[in-house]
């Protein structure tokens, strides 16, 4: 049987914060490093949540990535259940982790352990501006600090044209670069097309191409929209064994947006388990938590929880919370616990015709 709802949207979740929890430990290493380390094949790197990298992270401990995917997710439970602006919220949940503003697992006033540039500066401008359609770093600051949170709006607004438009306006609060708003939005098609409609991976892809180059301006050569067809391209088995060179990665997987992009339409396309595809994600190498937080977040929502091995979910610091949270949203939106997704008939078509 299809994965419920339910079931994928815990487990894009949870796979994010696994995905998360297991590149940490290998955070800015080069593929070199990591195969000199673990020369064996996919089936011989470690699958545990070990923690550890330079930043010490405990075994389950939740990054930015994580954080701030939290962030968003708490926006979405303050916009279902109590009605209020989600692209607002979403800034100050931010800003509060920024903060250290009673953040679990920090100290009252305490700055994150780890930050990028350009998250950190759209919440100090977030700080003094309070506007969040202001606050963004600017063209040219095309990092993957907000494709690697913006998860919770593929899984909780069902709505296509709010979807790409709160991807973007979620986005822009820190990274309001054009590549960054269109791949939220882009992975978010994707995200939804499978979670709430019940599309096949191929047309959940199929439909984030159609919305990339409606936001391109109608452009098949758009930059969103080529870091998807590199995707449909890539054997991520063969990228983990040989090494990135040769592929058109022009970040080298250090963050750039549009590799994460590429990396996780690879990985959702990749026909094997949940576990498999995460561990190759990660020994590629690079921005290795980002880039597997991405990649699983398609992963579970193609999956579902059932997916996310137990001895993750066991470790994993807001997995109990993640699993309240989205019980609570799907609740409120009408979603019972065993109910399958949509099969996608009547409700594309605006997926596919969206404008500017």
């Known amino acids: 049987m299809a994965p419920s709802r339910r079931s994928r949207t815990l487990g894009a979740l949870l796979a994010v914060h696994a995905g998360d929890a297991l590149g940490a430990p290998f955070e800015f290493k080069p593929y070199t490093a990591i195969r000199s380390r673990h020369p064996g094949p996919n089936s011989a790197f470690p699958r ?9 992270w405990a075994p389950g401990a939740a990054t930015d990535d994580t954080d701030l995917t939290r962030a968003v997710l708490l926006a979405y439970r303050d916009a279902i259940l109590s009605g209020d602006d989600v692209i607002s919220k ?3 949940h931010s800003l509060a982790w920024y903060r250290g503003d009673r953040w679990p697992g920090r100290r009252q006033g305490t700055l994150p352990r780890d930050i990028g540039g350009a998250t950190r500066r759209g919440l100090s401008s977030f700080a003094s ?9 600017g063209q040219g600051s095309a990092g ?18 709010l979807l790409v438009k709160e991807s973007q306006c979620i986005s822009a609060i ?15 098609t994707i995200v939804s097309a499978l979670v709430v409609r019940g599309l096949s991976v191929e047309d959940a892809v199929s439909a984030s191409e159609r919305v990339a180059v409606s936001l391109e301006g109608g452009r098949p050569d758009g930059p969103v929209h080529a870091a998807i067809k590199i995707g449909r391209t890539i054997s991520l088995e063969d990228l983990a064994d040989k090494g990135p060179r040769g ?14 992009l590429t990396l996780a339409v690879a990985a959702v396309l990749d026909e094997r388990r949940l576990d498999q595809v995460l561990v190759d994600v990660v020994r590629v190498g690079r921005d290795t938590d980002t880039n597997a937080a991405i990649a699983g977040g398609l992963l579970g929502a193609r999956d579902g929880e059932e997916a996310v091995l137990d001895e993750w979910k066991d470790l994993l610091q807001f997995g109990p919370e993640f699993r309240r949270l989205a019980d609570q949203l799907l609740t409120a939106q009408g979603v019972l616990p065993g109910e399958g997704v949509g099969q996608g008939e009547g409700q594309t078509l605006s997926l596919y015709s969206l404008m500017t």
Not at 129 to 137: L, Q
Not at 174 to 188: G, K, L, S, W
């Open 48 to 56: 545990t949540l070990t923690g550890g990298g330079f930043l010490s």
């Open 90 to 92: 979403a800034a100050e």
């Open 129 to 137: 501006s309070r506007d969040p359609s202001s606050s963004g770093a």
């Open 144 to 161: 993957n600090g907000s494709l690697m949170r913006c998860i919770p709006t593929g899984l909780f607004q069902a709505d296509p044209e």
């Open 174 to 188: 820190t990274h309001n670069d054009r590549r960054c708003t269109i791949a939220c939005a882009a992975y978010n």
């Open 247 to 260: 592929v058109d990665f022009l970040g080298s997987c250090s963050g750039f947006v549009l590799d994460s």
